[in-house]
């Protein structure tokens, strides 16, 4: 097999790399583009379990400081909706 020096990515003379694809190597751009939405989807997933995390934390922490204060009556009491 000949390698073309102009052409690191391997393949024909018409610029197509191993995968074929024409100039553009159109094999790869699909592979690329799976690996950027599949790093999307990670951070998305990343951003909003730290949002849960902050919120269930602050919670938390209200909560002690509400008890370390000496309050009793710190958690909130739910009551049916509508009873009134």
Known sequence: MSENPSNPNGGGPDGGGPNGGGPNGGGNE???????????VVVAVLVIAG?????????????EDCLMSGRR??????????SR
Do not use: F, K, W
């Open 30 to 40: 699909h592979d690329s583009r799976r690996a950027a939405l599949i790093g999307l």
């Open 51 to 63: 949002y849960y995390l902050v919120t269930a934390l602050r919670q938390n922490s209200n909560m």
């Open 73 to 82: 009556n710190c958690a909130p009491i739910e009551t049916p909706g509508g």
